[in-house]
């Protein structure tokens, strides 16, 4: 490779939530480290900068949500988008973060040389004018922060008829800033989180919404608000009260997701009590709120302050549950031949998965195929060196999980610089099972399971889902389990058995 080229010791890919924890992470705990966040986009946020519909919001708490290093000191715990927005560029700010970023920068590929212990990045740098240019650097250790979101775009299946509709049909993850609902009839499309979100949000405005879902999902109602940590916070520093109340969510949220997956059907039994006491009606809760799956086969979606019942029970929004036979000048005909009308139908229909950002990899000339590796530890893949991907939890807050990967790697940084290794690749042992690393029914993650990684059947290559029992693995296990090296020149340990003997006890540790 040119001499000439620039070259950084650390490469972050994606200026979103993850993106930035990750850049926070490597300063303080790599400080002498170069390194570059490359965001394709013109600013900060990713997720939480694309997403503009009405009442856009996460379903996880803030104390969770938010980084560890950076307390959430809001009145609300759950927040609309964009105050998690203003706090991930708060953050990036405050941190200096803000100053490593490179955007309208996208990687293309990235070219790994077992030679020369780098990755090749070309690069799409889109200049003032909007015309982009390829450019080439290297780097020596490689971080996708990208999430697995297509984020150009979702999934759109193909309704019959929906040429004659004469009204407008608007995806929520390009949502029209000028757009005026207001005294229209709106059918949303989908029973997801996005559908849960838009239903309350828009009736306030809208002459009615109508969510039209092909199958029931589960939706619960939970507090907008955490009075443990407005509690807290009377007697405690911010600092200290945030970190409790971060525990308590973690437990909390631990614990419910383990009841749904251990006693689904008292899940169940839960979930339909819940919805009858705020509904009042006991057919309505059968014909629209039983799905025919376990919690958390697919995700479970929350209602803060139960602001989505509230708004059935108001009649400014209702739910039918059939499928769709074709669109109409004047709205939906449905296959039981019931025909809603609309004026403006949103398809909330799911996103499209995309692992890496779309980039192609290589090591050594042959091309990594993400459906053939094994992920070790949730963010390494095998055969694969110096390279970490970035995944969050899907029962509980993303950030948990990113903050732990983001530590795990700065750990492998130090281990590599602190024995002289150039390079780190997790070893894969033959006649390990395969498993999907998304284990959802969801339409969205059947269509896309194919591209990504497989985990396997035993520690490091399980992802467990679990912050209790993931936090202690990051932080303190043996960095050298199931791992290779590039070794490094020893001519000295090969001829003093003693010092060979310590390097191997040092390499064990």
Excluded at 211 to 223: D, G, H, K, N, T
């Amino acid at each position: 490779m040119p001499q000439h080229m620039e070259h950084l010791d650390v490469v972050i890919v994606g200026a979103g939530l993850s993106g930035i924890g990750a850049a926070y992470r490597l300063r303080t705990e790599c400080p002498g480290k170069t390194f570059a966040v490359l965001e394709a986009r013109e600013s900060i946020g990713g997720t939480w900068d694309l997403f503009r519909y009405p009442g856009v919001r996460s379903d996880s708490d803030m104390f969770t949500l938010s980084y560890p290093f950076r307390p959430w000191t809001g009145a609300r715990s759950i927040v609309d988008g964009a105050s998690i927005l203003s706090y991930i560029r708060d953050t990036a700010a405050d941190t200096g973060v803000q100053d490593s970023i490179r955007f309208r920068t996208r990687l293309v590929s990235a070219a790994w040389s077992s030679a020369d212990a780098r990755w090749l990045l070309t690069l799409e740098v889109t200049g003032n004018d909007g015309v982009p240019e390829r450019r080439v650097m290297t780097c020596g250790f490689l971080y996708s922060c990208t999430g697995y979101y297509r984020y150009d775009r979702g999934h759109e299946p193909s309704f019959p008829g929906i040429d004659d509709f004469q009204g407008e049909v608007v995806r929520p993850q390009f949502w029209p800033k000028d757009l005026d609902y207001t005294g229209k009839r709106v059918v949303v499309i989908g029973s997801g989180a996005t559908a849960v979100t838009l239903v309350p949000s828009m009736a306030h405005d809208a002459a009615h919404v109508t969510m039209l879902q092909r199958s029931p999902s589960y939706i619960v109602a939970v507090s907008g608000r955490d009075r443990f940590a407005d509690a807290v916070r009377k007697h405690l520093p911010a600092g200290a009260a945030h970190r409790l109340a971060r525990a308590k969510n973690v437990v909390v949220t631990q614990a419910f997701y383990q009841l749904c997956r251990r006693r689904p059907e008292l899940a169940k039994k839960m979930f339909r009590k819940q919805a009858m006491n705020i509904l009042g009606d006991a057919q309505v809760v059968r014909d629209h709120f039983t799905p025919r799956y376990d919690p958390w086969d697919q995700r479970v979606c929350f209602a803060p302050s139960a602001d989505f019942f509230r708004t059935l029970k108001s009649e400014k929004a209702s739910i039918v549950t059939d499928t769709i036979d074709t669109f109409t000048p004047h709205g939906i005909r449905l296959s039981s031949g019931r025909e809603l009308d609309a004026d403006l139908v949103v398809t909330a229909t799911g996103l499209s998965l995309l692992p890496l950002g779309g980039a192609s990899f290589t090591v050594d000339g042959r091309a990594i195929d993400l459906g053939e590796r094994r992920i070790y530890r949730g963010l390494l893949l095998s055969g694969v060196p110096n390279l970490a991907l970035c995944f969050g939890y899907t029962n509980a807050s993303w950030t948990l999980r990113a903050d732990l990967s983001s530590r795990y790697v700065c750990r492998l940084l130090n281990y590599l610089d602190r024995h002289g290794y150039r390079s780190a690749a997790p070893a894969v042992k033959d006649g390990m099972a395969r498993h999907p690393i998304l284990d959802f029914t969801s339409g969205y993650v059947q269509r896309g399971a194919a591209a990504f990684p497989h985990q396997g059947n035993r520690q490091p290559w399980m992802l467990r889902h679990n912050y209790l029992l993931d936090a202690p693995s990051a932080l303190f296990s043996n960095l050298a389990t199931d791992m290779v090296f590039d070794a490094p020149a020893a001519p000295r340990i090969e001829r003093d058995p003693a010092a060979a003997r310590a390097h191997l006890q040092e390499v064990a540790s």
